[in-house]
């Protein structure tokens, strides 16, 4: 049985990191120096790249360990790749304070956000979508296999209360309904694709993570929520994607645009990189860090 990725493989990377503190990035083309040179790079933002971002810069520490051993230019000190998850809107936030070498974002930014960026660059690592998911074992997998957009509406705003609203021939139980928090990306994303001047139930229960919220799914007969692609991939023995408005979410479908819940991973910043910083992006954008994205249960971008 594949399991949910959980928060603990982040902090793995984090408890695993040198705690070595320096000043920001410089420019590309300049030279490091043992008073400017930057060890340490730190992620911030979303729950849904985090993983992806710990196990590439977990490996990128276990092959190379010192920044020497990455280019002969760098000096002999040990690399720190920390990844913290409190959501995309925490992501943007920590570059505009300038407390993360880059945000992740499961969104794409806002222009209020970007016109506060004066050198803002972005690096999309990959494609995801969220899945209307369930329980594998609730009984309406049996008899549906699609849900449109309207039903989903009613199920995520309440008014659909119980199964036996979505068909009569479901039990009368009580419809669970699990979201992300409101910081989260998926939260922005689903409102604007399938909700739109509907608002979510109040009585949603909202989670920290989008592994925790897969998990919430798993561990209830009873739920319904919106897990990402990279989530239901890693857990399809135990949940149930449903077709939207007759669109599947696979691989083909999200790429070329059918399904409509659909977003991009990617992490960003507001200043030129360092020479340990581009040599770790270059590392991201490689073929075991695309590999490693496909482990997670993403698209990457080619």
Known sequence: MKKIILFLSIMAV????????????????????????????SFDGSSSLAPVM??????????????????????????????????????????????????????????????????????????????????AKNPIVKIKDNLDSDTIRKIFSGEYKYWSDVDASLPQKEIVVIIRDLSGGAYEVFQESIMGETQISPNAIQSPSMGALGTKIVENENAIGYASYGVYNQNKDNLFAFKVDGVEPTKENI????????????????????????????YVFSDIGKQIVEENGYIPVE
């Open 14 to 41: 984090l408890f695993s990191c040198n705690s070595n503190k320096t000043d920001n990035a410089s420019n590309t083309q300049a030279a490091s120096s043992s008073t400017d040179f930057k060890a340490e790079i």
């Open 54 to 135: 710990a196990s590439i810069g977990n490996k990128f520490m276990e092959e190379y360990v010192t920044w020497d051993k990455v280019s002969s230019d760098l000096p002999n000190e040990k690399i720190s790749i920390y990844v913290s998850s409190a959501g995309s809107g925490a992501g943007v936030k920590s570059i505009l304070d300038n407390t993360a070498s880059f945000g992740m974002l499961a969104r794409k930014i806002r222009d209020n956000e970007k016109s506060q960026m004066a050198n803002y660059k972005e690096f999309l690592v990959a494609s995801d979508a969220l899945t209307v998911s369930v329980n």
């Open 255 to 282: 790429l070329n645009g059918q399904y409509k819940i659909q977003r991009p991973l990617m992490f960003i910043k507001n200043s030129e990189l360092s020479k340990s910083e581009s040599a770790f992006v270059d």
